[in-house]
């Protein structure tokens, strides 16, 4: 059981982190077509990939109609902290805001980005905790399943940080293992 009186914890199903060993930290995230200057979307992106690839292979999840029923909450203390400094200081200095900022600044987006590109279809849920985010990420994805929204979801923590980024994503479920 979680925290939440009744309800039964989600079981993990598969994880990715970001960094993992071997990675460039230095030179951060892979790119992300359509995000700017910002690691923050994808630390998400690279995450949920190494988290959903060994169960799902290459292939969306959808394939197999799992994606229909796999949720997606996105947890995040600060948020895009880069995107949002950015923005602030423009608009301070009375500078044009470039469109990519007002479209990344929102945590969905690369939320609607790792749906689209695995073939999920349930809820997106964007939280900003402040309790740990292990334990709200994961009590959310346990009421998701237990209202009947979900059968699984996948769980992505964001956090950019002075001493580094970091990202893990869980991909879990409330019912028998696949």
């Known amino acids: 059981m ?3 009186a009744g309800i039964p914890a989600p079981r993990t199903i598969a994880v990715g982190h970001w960094p993992e060993p071997g990675d460039d930290v230095a030179a951060g995230p892979p790119s992300l077509p359509g995000f700017v200057a910002s690691s923050f979307s994808p630390l998400a992106a690279v995450a949920a990939d190494r988290c959903l690839k060994p169960p799902y292979s290459e292939g969306a999840v959808s394939e197999d109609a799992v994606g229909e029923r796999t949720a997606i909450v996105l947890v995040t203390g600060s948020g895009d902290r880069v995107s949002a400094d950015h923005v602030r200081l423009a608009v301070a200095d009375g500078k044009r805001v470039g469109p990519l900022y007002f479209f990344q600044s929102v945590p969905n987006s690369v939320a609607g ?3 689209a590109r695995w ?13 740990e985010a292990h334990v709200a990420g994961l009590d959310q ?9 979900a059968d699984q979801v996948l769980v992505v923590l964001v956090e950019q940080a002075a001493d580094g980024d970091l990202a893990e994503a869980m991909l879990v479920s409330g019912g028998d293992p696949l």
């Open 2 to 4: 979680n925290r939440l």
């Open 113 to 115: 980005y790792i749906a």
């Open 119 to 131: 073939g999920l279809r349930g809820p997106v849920v964007c939280l900003s905790p402040t309790t």
């Open 141 to 149: 994805a346990a009421l998701l399943i237990a209202d009947g929204d």
